[in-house]
């Protein structure tokens, strides 16, 4: 049975820091890319970030770089998000998710508030 449990979600001020993890099981997690994607809102999903099987191969969404660092622990078949610099605009669920097989965590509330 796969299963992909964020968790580390949290009310924190603007500025402020977070560690999403994510952990998975259920599947061989060191075969593949894994992603976090965001809803904020009343709006759409949002990729925010990717890292390739190995972790050296990183990408991030524009509206992140510079703020957010994705990882993963291979061992542990878990996957993080350091998110620094919050902004009220990255309050959302976020969400893992294995793309490639269609694997999506339950997701993990962000809020960014004073």
């Known amino acids: 049975q796969v299963q992909l449990v964020e968790s580390g979600g949290d009310l924190v001020q603007p500025g402020g820091s977070l560690r999403l993890s994510c952990a998975a099981s259920?599947?061989?997690?060191?075969?593949?890319?894994m992603f976090w994607v965001r809803q904020a809102p009343g709006k759409g999903l949002e990729w925010v970030s990717t890292?390739?099987?190995?972790?050296?191969?990183?990408y991030y969404a524009d509206s992140v770089r510079g703020r957010f660092t994705i990882s993963r622990d291979n061992a542990k078949n878990t996957l993080y998000l350091q998110m620094n610099s919050l902004k009220s605009e990255d309050t959302a669920v976020y969400y893992c998710?294995?793309?490639?097989?269609?694997?999506w965590g339950q997701g993990t509330q962000v809020t960014v508030s004073s």
């Open positions: 259920g599947f061989t997690f060191r075969r593949y890319s």
């Open positions: 890292i390739k099987t190995g972790g050296s191969g990183t």
């Open positions: 998710a294995n793309l490639g097989n269609g694997y």
